[in-house]
């Protein structure tokens, strides 16, 4: 994720804020002003930005002073200007504890606000480090703006304040939020890292104008749709500025791809990713760790295989183990050029690429745009969507907020850079639950009480999607994997590596789960072939043309003629297929482009749309004829029924089963009759 959240607590996590992320993640001298700090490490000031500063007496874009983040989020969620307010009721006659009280916002609160951390993907501030500074300029603006559309859709969606018994009813801040902008520029490792500190504030107004705390817990589970929005903002407005593209990357072998510009050679983000690799090594030794640590009984501890929650704590582990100090920071024009001269001194890219970036990247976003179509399907994203986050998500079990977020990388995926229409991301949502999805929420619960909970789960059986494969590993016969994810290992299986394997640290292979990206890729293949199988004609076009982005493979083969003898001849002007081979090339490299790498002339996308129209046409056509010879099965009971069970399934349509459980009361296919 491009956004980061943690909570602020009053106290010394307060201070932690004030004495060094304020000031460009630096050590705040002692008896030093914040301006005058803020001046020394070459970081503008902090900015007020939301829609509840009004009610506050703040002003957009003031800057923001040590006295109102002390009192904001340092004494428990006071008034900004509490100090003066309080000064004024004294010096009318008021008493020190009405006095107090008037400049309190409701009641006091331990966690008085929350840190977003936003940082668009590492090519953008890679342009943004190494380019002119039109180029810079653009980029922060474009981060900017993108950093308040988030925050206006968290006041309009996600903050809530919670009253009633348990917090049943809840409310939106109708005034608004009011949160503290901080701008950094360099990572803790000294490198490029474009990046912004909002200190939103938990303090909001009811509608009856009294003071209450918006509920953290849905600012927490929010974050991952905050940020593919943000992602999506910022892609979106950069590239259109600068004329680029997006591209997707395949970082984590198993992971989901990341959509960074095309262009910008995958070295760089090596050469800005030295705590990545750092974090890397110690990762692998505490997976080795994992998997042979035993008790005192010599009984394993966990597992002999790193599951992905294991692998994430560990990984958390690995980062806080490997955390450099933080470093004295500097302007950001000697930053700037500092960072040139390291990235064609050390990066291993040609200095005339680092000098004329920009115009690489045109050059890649130029091909790109020439050759793939940015048309959304809205019925087969709800088909990816739904199927991406009901496998994702451990018992298929999902909330809008899921949805949401999968859709926005789904439209990210698809438009490569491109602006889309609002409100269809909401669109892709309302489709996937309307059409996919079962509500299965119980009003019963504490949560299920609240106004506008819903808990979600697919119309399917994950049995009908996809099987779980076997964990990887390449440790040879010593080391079988349990055959379930979630089940126990094998109590005859070894729990120490064999004696004459490498004692080397890079190559120790320990076994791990596979992703559960892989499976959702799998499951909504098989979903969407179902609907290409059994697609209505005239629909057979948004198909192809929602499929020219990612162009499987299965896709891109020659379709068979059903009515076509084997001993026919081939047509004398049969048009040339396209080319397999650089398609299964192109998915091995490190950055799968999709179409711009091949060679898709106008003709050859002529030839795929017929291929799927007679594709449409010619299941159409087993429909009516497997539907004639059901209705004359029916009405002679004794004639033999040449229709397979497979083919019934797949062209009659299914109806909805009782709801039992978490793995029942989806779609399943109806009973042979």
């Known amino acids: 994720m491009t956004v980061d959240i943690r909570v602020i607590r009053a106290g010394q996590m307060y201070r932690y804020y004030l004495r060094e992320t304020v000031v460009g993640d630096g050590r705040r001298p002692a008896r030093t002003s914040l301006r005058a700090a803020q001046e020394q490490a070459g970081v503008p000031a902090g900015r007020w930005m939301g829609r509840g500063l009004a009610v506050l007496g703040l002003a957009l874009g003031e800057e923001v002073t040590e006295a109102q983040l002390r009192n904001l989020f340092g004494e428990r969620g006071r008034h900004p200007y509490a100090d003066r307010i309080e000064a004024d009721l004294l010096a009318a006659g008021d008493s020190p504890k009405e006095a107090f009280k008037a400049g309190a916002l409701g009641r006091r609160v331990t966690v008085t606000g929350v840190d977003f951390v936003f940082r668009p993907q590492p090519t953008i501030y890679l342009l943004w480090a190494l380019g002119d500074e039109e180029t810079r300029r653009v980029i922060e603006a474009a981060h900017e703006r993108a950093i308040v559309r988030v925050l206006e859709w968290i006041e309009d969606e996600v903050a809530v304040i919670r009253y009633g018994k348990d917090g049943v009813y809840r409310v939106r801040p109708p005034g608004g939020l009011v949160a503290a902008r901080f701008r950094h520029y360099e990572a803790r490792s000294g490198m490029p890292l474009l990046h912004d500190h909002v200190l939103l504030s938990v303090k909001g107004q009811r509608l009856d104008g009294t003071w209450g705390s918006v509920h953290s817990t849905a600012l927490y589970e929010s974050t991952v749709a905050a940020s593919s929005l943000y992602n999506e903002l910022v892609m979106a407005e950069v590239c259109e500025v600068l004329g680029l593209a997006s591209e997707p990357r395949t970082v984590t072998e198993g992971r989901r791809p990341v959509m960074e510009i095309a262009g910008v050679p995958h070295e760089l983000i090596r050469w800005t990713s030295r705590r990545a690799d750092q974090i890397a090594a110690c990762l692998e030794e505490l997976e080795h760790e994992y998997v042979t640590a035993v008790d005192d009984d010599g009984e394993l501890r966990f597992l002999p295989v790193v599951s992905e929650r294991a692998r994430a704590k560990l990984n958390a582990i690995a980062a806080r183990r490997t955390r450099p100090p933080k470093q004295r920071t500097r302007p950001l024009a000697q930053l700037r050029a500092w960072w040139r001269t390291s990235a064609i001194l050390t990066s291993g890219v040609a200095a005339d690429v680092i000098t004329s970036l920009l115009e690489y990247a045109r050059a890649a976003a130029a ?307």
């Not at 889309?420 to 009003?443: F, K, W």
């Not at 398609?583 to 490190?590: E, F, G, K, T, V």
């Not at 397979?644 to 709801?659: A, I, L, S, Y």
Request: aromatic fraction near 4%; hydrophobic fraction near 35%.
């Open 367 to 673: 091909a790109i745009r020439a050759r793939v179509a940015a048309v959304v399907d809205v019925a087969l994203a709800a088909v990816d969507v739904t199927a991406t986050v009901f496998v994702m998500n451990n018992g298929g079990r999902f909330h809008r907020r899921h949805l949401l977020a999968e859709a926005r990388r789904h439209l990210a995926l698809v438009l490569r850079g491109r602006r889309r229409d609002p409100g269809l991301d909401d669109r892709i949502v309302a489709a996937a639950i309307s059409t996919h999805c079962l509500d299965i929420s119980e009003p019963k619960t504490v949560r299920g009480r609240e106004a506008g909970y819903r808990l979600y789960t697919a119309r399917w059986s994950l049995a009908d999607l996809t099987t779980r494969r076997p964990p990887t590993t390449a440790s040879g016969p010593h080391w079988p994997p349990p055959a379930d994810s979630g089940a126990p290992a094998d109590p005859g299986a070894p729990t120490h590596r064999p004696p004459d394997a490498e004692p080397a640290a890079r190559q120790r292979e320990i076994p791990r789960v596979p992703l559960q990206y892989e499976r959702a890729v799998l499951a909504g293949a098989v979903v969407r072939e179902k609907l290409r199988t059994t697609t209505a004609r005239g629909r057979a076009y948004d198909v192809v043309a929602h499929q020219q982005v990612a162009m499987p493979e299965q896709l891109l083969a020659p379709t068979a003629d059903p009515e076509r003898d084997d001993d026919q001849e081939p047509e004398a002007e049969r048009r040339e297929a396209v080319d397999l081979t650089a398609l299964r090339a192109l998915r091995s490299s490190r950055t799968d482009t999709g179409v711009e790498a091949l060679d898709l002339t106008a003709e050859r996308l002529r030839l795929l749309q017929d291929t799927f129209t007679r594709a449409a046409d010619d299941s159409r056509a087993r429909t009516d004829r497997y539907a004639e010879q059901d209705d004359a099965q029916r009405s002679d009971p004794e004639r033999p029924d040449p229709v397979g069970e497979d083919d019934q399934r797949t062209n009659r349509p299914e109806q909805p089963g009782p709801h039992r459980g978490r793995e029942t009361g989806r779609w399943s296919p109806p009973a042979r009759r």
